[in-house]
């Protein structure tokens, strides 16, 4: 049987705390983004999507650095980006492919 004492607990003692859960949330100047908004065609909608990108780490982060290196992160940050939507883009369009047939089959049952 186990003794007592090791089923003590110090309630003084704080648990790490997990890292606050960061969302982005795209304001622009004109208010919330909205679906026929777009980024292409208005600069502040692409600068409110990137402030809404950019984590406050990351603002720390570039914050230290010369306008030469964050235009140099802003790009291969931006090719990332890129790279991320393609693949998922990929990713959604296999597995549109996969369901089709499934779909027929369905419909002939």
């Known amino acids: ?4 004492s090791q089923n003590n607990f110090d309630l003084n003692v704080v648990p790490d705390a997990q890292p606050e859960i960061w969302r982005p949330s795209f304001l622009s100047q004109k208010g919330p983004l909205m679906t026929n908004d777009s980024v292409m065609l208005d600069d502040a909608i692409v600068a409110s999507v990137a402030k809404g990108i950019i984590n406050p780490r990351d603002e720390t982060l570039l914050a230290n650095k010369i306008d030469a ?8 940050f931006s090719i990332q980006s890129a790279s991320s939507v393609l693949n998922t883009a990929r990713r959604l369009h296999v597995q549109g492919n996969e369901v089709q047939p499934l779909t027929t089959q369905v419909l002939i049952l």
């Open 69 to 76: 290196e964050v235009i140099n992160d802003s790009m291969a």
């Open 1 to 4: 049987m186990a003794s007592s």
